[in-house]
T-cell receptor, first 114, second 112 residues
Framework: DGGITQSPKYLFRKEGQNVTLSCEQN?????MYWYRQDPGQGLRLIYY???????QKGDIAEGYSVSREKKESFPLTVTSAQKNPTAFYLC?????????????FGDGTRLSIL | KQEVTQIPAALSVPEGENLVLNCSFT??????LQWFRQDPGKGLTSLLL?????REQTSGRLNASLDKSSGRSTLYIAASQPGDSATYLC???????????FGTGTQLKVEL
């Protein structure tokens, strides 16, 4: 089935550690996104990529990094500079370049601090 | 900066009722607006997408309307069922980069 796969489902980070969240899609979408969801708040955009080898900061990019070396993959690294990383992280993709196509989401990764 | 408000924040109804969920946004310069459903601990499922040139969109028991000039969208759920229990999120799309701005959602519970 076509879709977006996020792994792992749960992730724990120690103080000072970098962790990487995986996002893979087989929808042949050009655009991919990372969002953060905190209780009582709407989803907030961290980074997005419209095409391979290109990405832009979203609204809350500090303490995060991404890469887009392959069309189907958009991993997110939560660095030690992110002081409040505990949240639910959602990856999405869309055909991109057109505004009449929806964004599709994965099932998320829940990150907690040990 | 786009701001999105959803009212009510939570709603509990008996099965069979017709429901209205409201979404308002501050910047009317949008390309489209999406309604999503989120089950606890899960990702988002896209329900409906309304283009800025459209007034409404229907899928089964769901109907979404859009009044771009007044910055409002409404999601109607007909004949609600317990399986409709979830959080419903609206998100207008605007600005560069195909960016969605999300509201905090309406948490719906449909009881038997």
């Amino acid at each position: 089935d076509g879709g977006i796969t996020q792994s792992p489902k749960y992730l724990f980070r120690k103080e000072g550690q970098n962790v990487t969240l995986s996002c893979e899609q087989n929808l042949n979408h050009d655009a991919m996104y990372w969002y953060r969801q905190d209780p009582g708040q709407g989803l907030r955009l961290i980074y997005y990529s419209q095409i391979v080898n290109d990405f832009q900061k979203g609204d809350i990019a500090e303490g995060y990094s991404v890469s887009r070396e392959k069309k189907e993959s958009f991993p997110l690294t939560v660095t030690s500079a992110q002081k409040n990383p505990t949240a639910f992280y959602l990856c999405a993709s869309s055909i991109g370049g057109v505004s009449n196509q929806p964004q599709h989401f994965g099932d998320g990764t829940r990150l907690s601090i040990l | 900066k786009q701001e999105v408000t959803q009212i009510p924040a939570a709603l509990s109804v008996p099965e069979g009722e017709n429901l209205v969920l409201n979404c308002s946004f501050t910047d009317s310069a949008i390309y489209n607006l999406q309604w999503f459903r989120q089950d606890p601990g899960k990702g988002l499922t896209s329900l409906l997408l309304i283009q800025s040139s459209q007034r409404e969109q229907t899928s089964g028991r769901l109907n979404a309307s859009l009044d771009k000039s007044s910055g409002r969208s409404t999601l109607y759920i007909a004949a609600s069922q317990p399986g409709d229990s979830a959080t419903y999120l609206c998100a207008p799309l605007g600005g560069g980069g195909n960016k969605l701005t999300f509201g905090t959602g309406t948490q719906l519970k449909v009881e038997l």
